[in-house]
C-alpha cells in the first residue's frame, strides 16, 4: 500500500516542503482572520464586552448574618430597652401569653422628641462640617453636638429652614480649589472608614467575649457534672467556635490599624497642602488660606481620632486637618447616637419571648422607667425552651425590628431551628467603642438537642420582596447612597440610576429605574479582576454596598 504523501518517514524527508509551507502559512492566516475577527466584534459589540443579564421578577430574602450563644429560658423577665413613661399595660399574673404577645407600651411623644433632638445634632455636626470646609466661620465646641440646636436647611425629614443656612449648606459642597478639597474629602473619607472600622472591631471583640465565655461555662458545667459524648461535642464544637471568633477580632484590629494608616497619610497630605498654599499666599484669606501657626502639623493622631478644637475659634480660614477629622468623628457620633433614639422608638412595645403564663407585673401606666430596668418588669413562667443572642453592631440596628424571622442553626447540627426577634438591646456593651447590642431571638420548635452556651450561626431575615424585580448585585455599584445599573441599549450602554430595596450579594431588589427585560451590564470583560470580593471578617461576606453580613438567597 503506498504511503500517504503528507505523511513523513523517519529517515525520509518530505518530498514537498515548499506545499507543507504553504499549508502552515494559510493555517496560521485563516487563524489570524478568525482572532482579529473576534477582537473587532468584542470592540463594536457591547454583548461580546460585556457579561449581561436580564431583568427579571423574583422573590428575594436580605438576610444579616451573625454568630451567637443559646440559652434555657424558662421565665423570662422582660423590661424596656429605653426610659420613658409607661402608657399601656396590657396583661396581668394569671394571663397566658406566646411568643410576640404584646405586653405593655411607652409613651411615644417623649421618645419622639429625643429622635428629634438627636436629628437636630446631627444636622448640626454636618453644618459645621461643611462651614468649615467652606472657610465659614466655626464656634468653640461645635464638635459636641451636645448642645446643638435645629439647623435651617432642609433635611430628609421634610423641614424646613431658613435661606442663610441653606445657601451656606449648598455652598461647602462646591470650592475654588479642587486640590484642598479632594485633599479634604480624602481626610474625611477616611475618619469615616476609621469609624466603621471601629464599630466592626467592636462587634468581633464583643461576639468572642461572648462566644468565648459561653464556652468556659459549658466546659466548667460538664466537669463538674462528668463528661459525656455529648457535652463533649459541644465544648469542641465551642472551641472552634471561640478560635473563630478570635480570629476574627483579630482581622478586624488589623483592618482598623490599616484604616488609620490611611488617615495619617490623608492627614498629613492635607497638612502638607495648607503649608503650601500659606507659603504661596501668606497674606490669608479665602478658601485656602490658613493661619500662619497651620503650616505646623496638627494632625498627628494616635487611635485614629484627631485633636478636637485646636482652631475651631478660627473665622474665614481653611480648617485644619485635624479639625477636620473631628468635625467628621462628631457626625459619626451623632448619626449613631440617632440610629439609637430610632430604634428607641420604634420598641415603644415590648413583647413576650416566650410562651407562658405571666406571673408578676411590676409596672403601671403613668410609671416612668428606666432603660433595661431590673425592677420595672413583667415575668413569664414558660415550660422550657430555649433561646439564642448575637451582637449586632449600631450600624446594623436600622435594619432590626422585634417581630422578624430568623434561623439559628447551632454549631454541629445540620437542622436550623426557626426563631423571631423578641427584644434588641439598646444598652450597648461595654468593650472598644461601645457601639455593639445584644439582640435576643425566641425559639420554636424542637430545642430538645440545643446546649446552655453552646454556639450557633444566626440569620435574621432583615427584608423580603416578593416577586419584583431583581438583577444580581454584581451589577449595582454602589456610591454614598446612590446606586447605578449599566444598562445595554443597543450598541451602547448607559449607567442608570435606580432605587434599590432588598440588598445582598446574590440579588438585588429593584424598586425603580429598571424595566423587566432591560438587559443590564454584570462585568466588564476587558478590565482586570479584583482580587477579592468577599471578607471572611465575622465569618460573613462583604457585598459592595459596604455592608456586612448581607445575603440574599433566591426564591424562584
Not at 448574618?65 to 399574673?93: R, W
Request: glycine share 10%; net charge negative.
Amino acid at each position: 500500500m503506498p504511503l500517504d504523501s503528507h505523511l513523513t518517514l523517519p529517515g525520509r524527508t518530505d518530498r514537498h516542503p515548499r506545499r507543507r509551507q504553504i499549508r502552515v502559512v494559510v493555517a496560521v492566516a485563516l487563524a489570524a482572520i478568525v482572532v482579529g475577527a473576534g477582537v473587532a466584534f468584542a470592540s463594536s459589540s457591547p454583548s461580546a464586552r460585556y457579561r449581561t443579564t436580564t431583568v427579571s421578577s423574583r422573590s428575594t430574602d436580605q438576610i444579616l448574618n451573625g454568630v451567637g450563644t443559646t440559652e434555657p429560658v424558662s421565665q423570662a423577665t422582660v423590661a424596656f430597652p429605653a426610659a420613658g413613661t409607661v402608657a399601656t399595660v396590657g396583661v396581668k399574673p394569671g394571663d397566658t401569653v406566646t411568643a410576640g404577645t404584646e405586653l405593655a407600651s411607652l409613651d411615644q411623644a417623649s421618645l419622639q422628641e429625643a429622635v428629634n433632638q438627636a436629628q437636630s445634632n446631627v444636622d448640626q455636626a454636618e453644618l459645621t462640617l461643611e462651614r468649615a470646609r467652606n472657610g465659614q466661620s466655626v464656634a468653640t465646641g461645635a464638635t459636641s453636638g451636645a448642645t446643638a440646636q435645629p439647623t435651617s436647611y432642609s433635611n430628609d425629614a421634610g423641614d424646613t429652614a431658613d435661606s442663610s443656612a441653606r445657601t451656606i449648606f449648598i455652598a461647602a459642597k462646591g470650592g475654588t480649589d479642587q486640590d484642598l478639597a479632594a485633599a479634604q474629602q480624602a481626610v474625611v473619607d477616611a475618619q469615616r472608614k476609621v469609624d466603621q472600622d471601629l464599630a466592626t472591631a467592636d462587634q468581633a471583640y464583643a461576639t468572642a467575649q461572648q462566644v468565648c465565655s459561653a464556652v468556659t461555662d459549658t466546659a466548667s458545667t460538664s466537669s463538674s457534672s462528668g463528661s459525656s459524648s455529648s457535652s463533649s461535642d459541644t465544648t469542641n464544637d465551642g472551641v472552634a467556635a471561640c478560635s473563630k471568633a478570635l480570629d476574627d477580632v483579630l482581622q478586624a484590629q488589623h483592618q482598623v490599624s490599616t484604616s488609620q494608616a490611611a488617615l495619617a497619610q490623608a492627614l498629613s497630605a492635607l497638612d502638607a497642602l495648607l503649608a503650601q498654599q500659606a507659603t504661596s499666599n501668606p497674606s490669608g484669606g479665602g478658601n485656602g488660606a490658613t493661619n500662619p501657626d497651620t503650616t505646623k502639623s496638627p494632625s498627628q493622631t494616635t487611635g485614629g481620632s484627631a485633636t478636637e478644637g485646636s482652631s475651631a475659634n478660627r473665622s474665614s480660614t481653611t480648617p485644619s486637618a485635624a479639625d477636620l477629622a473631628s468635625y467628621q468623628k462628631a457626625v459619626d457620633s451623632a448619626e449613631a447616637n440617632l440610629t439609637v433614639a430610632q430604634q428607641a422608638l420604634l420598641q415603644a412595645t415590648i413583647v413576650s419571648p416566650i410562651d407562658g403564663t405571666v406571673v408578676a407585673v411590676n409596672m403601671a401606666a403613668g410609671e416612668t422607667v428606666t432603660a433595661g430596668s431590673t425592677t420595672a418588669t413583667i415575668a413569664i413562667a414558660g415550660s422550657g425552651g430555649y433561646e439564642a443572642v448575637t451582637m449586632v453592631k449600631v450600624t446594623d440596628l436600622p435594619k432590626l425590628k422585634v417581630g422578624q424571622t430568623a434561623s439559628v442553626q447551632p454549631d454541629g447540627s445540620n437542622t436550623p431551628i426557626s426563631g423571631t426577634v423578641t427584644h434588641i438591646g439598646l444598652v450597648s456593651t461595654t468593650s472598644t467603642t461601645g457601639t455593639t447590642y445584644p439582640v435576643t431571638i425566641g425559639l420554636v420548635g424542637d430545642t430538645s438537642q440545643l446546649r446552655n452556651g453552646g454556639t450557633a450561626t444566626i440569620a435574621i431575615t432583615t427584608a423580603s420582596a416578593a416577586n419584583s424585580l431583581a438583577v444580581p448585585s454584581s451589577a449595582v455599584h454602589a456610591n454614598n447612597g446612590t446606586y447605578t445599573v449599566t444598562v445595554v441599549d443597543g450598541d451602547s450602554t448607559n449607567d442608570v440610576t435606580v432605587q434599590v430595596g432588598a440588598i445582598g450579594p446574590q440579588w438585588t431588589e429593584i424598586k425603580g429605574g429598571l424595566n423587566a427585560g432591560q438587559t443590564v451590564v454584570l462585568a466588564d470583560l476587558h478590565q482586570e479582576l479584583p482580587t477579592s470580593a468577599t471578607s471572611s471578617s465575622n465569618g460573613q461576606q462583604q457585598n459592595r454596598f459596604g455592608g456586612r453580613g448581607g445575603f440574599v438567597v433566591p426564591r424562584n
